[in-house]
């Protein structure tokens, strides 16, 4: 069967992949053909992704995106690239009361600043091949903000501004730029945020996703879609997936 929703011959490069939507995402890819470079700072989690793949499908990179050294590593490293998924995140809740500047950086500098400079050092070292596509991980929290998440919602709604701006500078290499937005997604984030309120607040919270909160496969096929051919058209936006949350 002739299909789009392939990635034969596409390598991927997936930062967080040591668990969650990023490990999951590395199995999906792999599956449907891709090459898969994971990368994190844990080698014994990334070795364990590595197991779930297909067989000779990935390659692992261990280093640290949170310093320049670390950046610089891994764009000399990476192979030439067809697709890049940036799933390395993390949510300090706090009251805005409580803020300080390292408060503020624990959660921009992971969620903002570590991918935004890792594009920039992938770019130039001209890793990304033409009709590349390149994918970061938001959350509706940056339209649907929650009290104590000033800095992750910001942080995200900053990841989304940049990618409008990245997907216009691409252009010209028909490198299409997107976004995607998950709400309440099952994964050890998921289960850190559940320890942190009631149940009676969290269930409150998940009645109101008219399918239900989300899995990482969920997330895992969207990304599968906007890395293959068949989101050719797609470029500068976001892809929101809420269970209906939003409604």
């Not at 599968?224 to 797609?234: D, E, G, K, Q, T």
């Amino acid at each position: 069967m002739i299909t789009p929703f392939h990635l034969n011959g596409k390598t991927v490069l997936i930062t967080g992949a040591s668990s969650g939507i990023g490990a999951v995402a590395a199995k999906h890819i792999s599956e449907m053909g891709g090459k898969v470079i994971l990368h994190g700072r844990n080698l014994g989690k990334l070795e364990a992704v590595a197991e779930t793949c297909a067989e000779g499908s990935c390659r692992i990179i261990v280093s640290d995106i949170l310093t320049p050294e670390g950046r610089t590593a891994l764009a000399k490293s990476t192979a030439s690239l067809d697709g890049f998924v940036n799933c390395v995140g993390t949510v300090h809740p706090f009251p805005v009361r409580f803020l300080d500047q390292k408060k503020m950086d624990e959660t921009l500098d992971i969620n903002y600043e570590a991918p935004v400079l890792l594009t920039a050092e992938l770019l130039k070292n001209k890793k990304f091949n033409k009709e590349s596509s390149l994918i970061y991980l938001s959350s509706v929290s940056s339209a649907r903000p929650q009290r104590g998440a000033s800095m992750y919602g910001s942080s995200k709604a900053a990841i989304e501004a940049f990618v409008k701006v990245l997907a216009q500078e691409l252009s010209i290499q028909q490198i299409r730029v997107n976004a995607i937005a998950p709400a309440m997604v099952k994964t050890p984030m998921y289960d850190r945020a559940e320890a942190l309120v009631t149940k009676e607040e969290m269930d409150n919270h998940i009645s109101k996703y008219l399918l239900g909160v989300g899995y990482p496969e969920d997330v895992a096929n969207a990304i599968v879609f906007m890395l293959s051919p068949a989101s050719r058209w797609i470029t500068g936006t976001t892809m929101i997936m809420d269970g209906g949350l939003l409604l």
